[in-house]
């Protein structure tokens, strides 16, 4: 099939004949790798700066190639530039732009560069800043549980195993074990942008080049530590854009936790919590309902996370050495995670920041006599009582009440010692809410005191990382303005 542009295939080497049009349309990736843009940009201005550098090409060329740049990226920012699809992907769109800006001088852009470096650079500096956005996100909504967190220090509500109630807790105490998560969140895509340190620009096709590059500086340039290691290695790999999609999908799995139980506790059956208005939904039949739509699709989203993970794990599994045209089916996967995890946060960040609270219906579910049959067993324990003997014992006593529709807190002495004889005194003595929360009071439980250093200990951790989100934003920001100004 003919070319309809007749324009031939200016980079297609050794091909005669004219791209089909199917396979052409089949292959290109322009549609989507147009995110990769601005990181395409100053991949090639950096590269652009080292030819100069390494006198490969002329001053004169380097200075028509990066004003040639500086015009496509204003095209770019403002919605003029003209994507073509039939130019394949990103990084031909801008070198036959360039072409047309400054002519013959744009041929010499892709001396010892290959699109196999140059895209992989593109995502290196695409991830870091992923990274650091996801981080961003995660310190908002771990901001919100912490400030939720200390208005509930004294609301209560059962805690839960398989669903059923198991012991009384504070809901600060609740909401911090989603903060820790995400703390953790936060750690591992600090981690993630920690191997990002090493510029795979100079790699070339997979050999590195014949060329005398500068690869250090080059990699300087862009805001990496060094080139890297093995140039097959950097093309060949996608272990990066593995790790982002991994804590990506780890990350939306723990919002889908917190998301099924804002839906669970707002159904009537709960009516612990009601979303704002704002973050719930009508039905379009049923004029009474409101329904919790947001974070139902945060759960949803979570699906598509998990799935971007498998997708990609399954594309690079069994490719052999180095780049192969497979791993075009990185940036897919890539871009809809970080969206939809970005998108994720920050609509939960607003769903619980709005969230009304019914501490009253939280405390009548928690005001059970049995979720504190716990305390029983351990009070027997104290007794200097075997814990199975008085595990055992209690069991009967709960079977006892649930049977005759006894209240466990009206049972005196003397019943509970039918039960076991080492009980010492009255269930209602034994046994209180108040004293349940506030004798856990080892690190990491739920009494007062420990829930509230925890929060302390959070919020000083909170901060001292969003300090360090704030270095890597200036680090960032340093090398784009590097990258401009060339
Ligand atoms: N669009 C390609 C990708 O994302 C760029 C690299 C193409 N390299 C090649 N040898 N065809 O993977």
């Not at 060329?61 to 015009?71: S, V």
């Not at 890297?228 to 780890?250: K, P, T």
């Not at 200036?474 to 100004?485: I, P, T």
Request: proline share 4%; hydrophobic share 45%; net charge negative.
């Amino acid at each position: 099939m003919q070319n309809p542009r007749g324009e031939g295939r200016p980079w297609g080497g050794r091909l005669r004949q004219a791209a089909d049009q199917a396979a052409l349309r089949f292959g290109a990736s322009i549609a989507f790798d147009r995110a990769l843009a601005r990181y395409d940009l100053r991949v090639s201005a950096a590269h652009a700066r080292m030819l100069r550098r390494a006198g490969i090409v002329s001053a004169e060329d380097a200075a028509a190639i990066a004003a040639g740049l500086e015009e496509i990226r204003g095209e770019i920012e403002s919605g003029r530039f003209p994507y073509d699809e039939a130019l394949e992907d990103i990084h031909m769109n801008v070198e036959a732009r360039l072409r047309q800006k400054i002519g013959a001088a744009a041929g010499r852009l892709h001396s010892g560069r290959s699109r196999n470096d140059q895209v992989a650079t593109d995502l290196a500096l695409y991830l870091r800043d992923g990274c650091a956005a996801a981080r961003r996100g995660i310190a908002e909504l771990r901001g919100v549980l912490l400030a939720r967190a200390s208005e509930h220090m004294d609301t209560v509500l059962p805690g839960y195993t398989h669903l059923q109630r198991a012991q009384p807790v504070r809901l600060a105490h609740h909401w911090l074990a989603f903060e820790r998560m995400l703390a953790r969140d936060s750690a591992r895509f600090a981690d993630a942008a920690r191997r990002l340190r090493h510029s795979p620009l100079g790699a070339g096709a997979l050999a590195g080049s014949t060329l005398p590059l500068d690869r250090d500086f080059a990699a300087r340039e862009l805001g990496f530590e060094a080139p890297s290691a093995n140039s097959m290695d950097s093309v060949a790999s996608r272990d990066c854009a593995l790790e982002f999609l991994a804590h990506a999908a780890i990350c939306m799995v723990h919002l889908s936790r917190l998301a099924e139980e804002l839906v669970l506790w707002s159904s009537s059956e709960f009516g612990f919590v009601e979303l704002a208005d704002s973050h719930a939904t009508g039905s379009s039949l049923m004029p009474q309902k409101k329904n919790p739509d947001v974070p139902e699709l945060v759960r949803g989203k979570s699906g598509r996370a998990i799935g971007n993970l498998v997708a990609l794990l399954t594309t690079m599994k069994g490719l052999p050495l180095a780049y192969n045209r497979d791993m075009q089916e990185d940036k897919e996967p890539l871009f809809d995670s970080a969206r939809t995890l970005g998108d994720s946060l920050s609509v939960m960040a607003s769903a619980l920041d709005s969230l009304q609270v019914n501490a009253q219906r939280m405390a009548a579910a928690a005001a059970d006599p049995l979720l504190l049959a716990t305390d029983l067993v351990e009070a027997l324990v104290r007794e200097g009582v075997p814990f199975r003997e008085a595990h055992a014992a209690v069991g009967r006593l709960v079977a006892h009440c649930l049977e005759a529709g006894l209240d466990l807190l009206r049972l005196d002495r003397a019943a509970l010692q039918n039960f076991h004889p080492a009980f010492p005194a009255d269930a209602g003595v034994l046994l209180n809410l108040e004293r349940a929360l506030e004798s856990r009071a080892m690190p990491g439980a739920t009494a007062r005191s420990s829930v509230s250093a925890a929060l302390k200990a959070a919020e000083s951790e909170l901060a001292a990382d969003a300090a360090t989100i704030a270095d890597v934003d200036a680090d960032a920001a340093e090398s784009d303005a590097r990258g401009e100004s060339a």
